[in-house]
């Protein structure tokens, strides 16, 4: 079982950065997969970015790819979104999630355990 807890959201203007992190409880998180996810009103979910157990594999939706970084500390159970260069469209709840480690999968159906998300709002 793995409990995620994300934080870091908040309001920035156009072209700001923040730091989404994403803390996990459980001894085997480093053997999990993580998704990062976004939903905004009246949206559907979508991808944002995801890594592999090891780190070692990220992929980026192309709406964010060379604006947004992820990356893990498995020693802090903790997974992180960086995000910079952002636009309006971002605006979106942002949740991250995990599922034991396999092939990389931007559906978030397949993900198993999911935190309860963190707001983001980028002002224009």
């Known amino acids: 079982q793995v409990q995620l807890v994300e934080s870091g959201g908040g309001l920035v203007q156009n072209g700001g950065s923040l730091r989404l992190s994403c803390a996990a409880s459980?001894?085997?998180?480093?053997?999990?997969?993580v998704g990062w996810f976004r939903q905004a009103p009246g949206k559907e979910r979508e991808f944002v970015a995801f890594i592999n157990w090891r780190g070692s594999t990220t992929y980026y939706a192309d709406s964010v790819k060379g604006r947004f970084t992820i990356s893990r500390d498995n020693a802090k159970n903790t997974v992180y979104l960086q995000m910079n260069s952002l636009k309006p469209e971002d605006t979106a709840g942002y949740y991250c999630?995990?599922?034991?480690?396999?092939?990389?999968?931007?559906?978030?159906?397949?993900?198993?355990?999911w935190g309860q998300g963190t707001q983001v709002t980028v002002s224009s």
């Open positions: 459980g001894r085997t998180f480093s053997t999990y997969d």
């Open positions: 999630a995990a599922r034991v480690g396999g092939a990389f999968t931007s559906n978030h159906l397949e993900y198993n355990y």
